[in-house]
């Protein structure tokens, strides 16, 4: 296992250095220049260049390059072209929201969709089956944003239980925290409930059609024995493996939910540095989710170990 973990470690380092000198060129070579932001509508070209050269976005990009990997080899993310301050404390301040959120949205789509996906396979054809599958449907046919608008309306406008917008940290109190943060997730919740059901479905269909299955019905065990302990336990590789490229997704895609609640998380700083062209920022956040989705990868590497023993890497 330990060899597993530092080997997938080791095959991140070039994976991240693709990554770094990806981003670094996407930005330098697309259209627009900070300088031009930072100094305003009526600023000439004079003043643009020096504030360029402040910024050293005046050297050669290849320079440029060399001195933000030294920067980022001794943990220094750099510092926003706008604010001046440390990216990495940026980051840090906006981190609990995302991680919060997305989190609760995974807790929550898995404790629903898992059973949901188990009891479709159990009572496959039947009107419970057929009614999961079409919530599945619907569930990847709205829009995050159109959902999250009709939960608001319902939620906040017309019933007044839920706060259109805003985060609390769970250090200020567990029922705060779920207050604010229950619309989001459940706005943001229900494309990935959609997903795991129909994974959890067909992967428990296959299994269900095994022998070791119907010796275990013959052998007079339970049916949710059945069910849990052997068709689900054999069925997790598929499911967990959704789950992790699930989790991986969320972190990079709730800059929506996080624009319609007005949450200050990581995703409403990117959109803020990508409109203010700050690209600190937004170099730093997409090394922090290149190194999230690394980490997850492992994490469903190690899974895929743990619940099949026949695996190995």
Do not use: C
């Not at 932001?37 to 260049?49: F, H, N, R, W």
């Not at 050269?53 to 001195?67: H, K, M, N, S, W």
């Not at 959120?101 to 009891?119: D, E, Y």
């Amino acid at each position: 296992m330990l060899r597993l973990i530092l080997s997938r470690l080791v095959a991140a380092i070039p994976v991240m250095g693709v990554v770094a000198i990806f981003v670094f060129l996407m930005l330098r070579l697309s259209p627009g220049d900070p300088a031009a932001i930072l100094a305003g509508d009526q600023a000439t070209a004079e003043v643009i260049a020096a504030i360029r050269a402040d910024l050293g976005l005046d050297r050669p990009i290849p320079e440029q390059f060399v001195t933000w990997m030294g920067q980022i080899l001794q943990g220094d993310l750099g510092r926003s072209v706008l604010s001046k301050q440390p990216v990495a404390m940026m980051i840090g301040q906006r981190v609990e929201p995302t991680l919060s959120l997305a989190l609760m949205t995974l807790l929550f789509a898995v404790v629903v969709a898992v059973p949901l996906g188990v009891i479709a396979a159990w009572k496959q054809g039947s009107w419970l089956d057929r009614g999961i599958m079409a919530l599945s449907v619907a569930g990847f046919s709205i829009p995050v944003f159109v959902l999250a608008y009709i939960l608001i309306y319902f939620f906040s406008m017309k019933l007044d239980w839920l706060p259109v917008q805003g985060f609390t940290p769970i250090s200020e109190g567990l029922l705060p925290f779920l207050h604010n943060i229950a619309l989001p997730t459940l706005a943001l919740s229900f494309i990935y409930i959609a997903l795991f059901a129909r994974i959890t479905r067909a992967a428990m269909l296959e299994v269900l059609g095994e022998d070791y299955i119907r010796t275990a019905y013959a052998k007079g065990l339970k049916e949710r024995v059945v069910l849990t302990r052997h068709a689900l336990r054999n069925a997790a590789v598929p499911i967990v493996s959704v789950i992790g490229i699930g989790f991986a997704l969320l972190i990079g895609g709730v800059v929506i939910t996080e624009t319609v609640f007005n949450i200050p998380g990581i995703g409403r700083l990117v959109v803020d540095a990508v409109l203010a062209r700050d690209y600190p920022i937004i170099q730093g956040v997409i090394l922090l989710f290149s190194g999230v989705y690394v980490l997850i990868n492992l994490a469903i590497d190690v899974a895929y170990v743990l619940l099949d023993p026949r695996i190995r890497y």
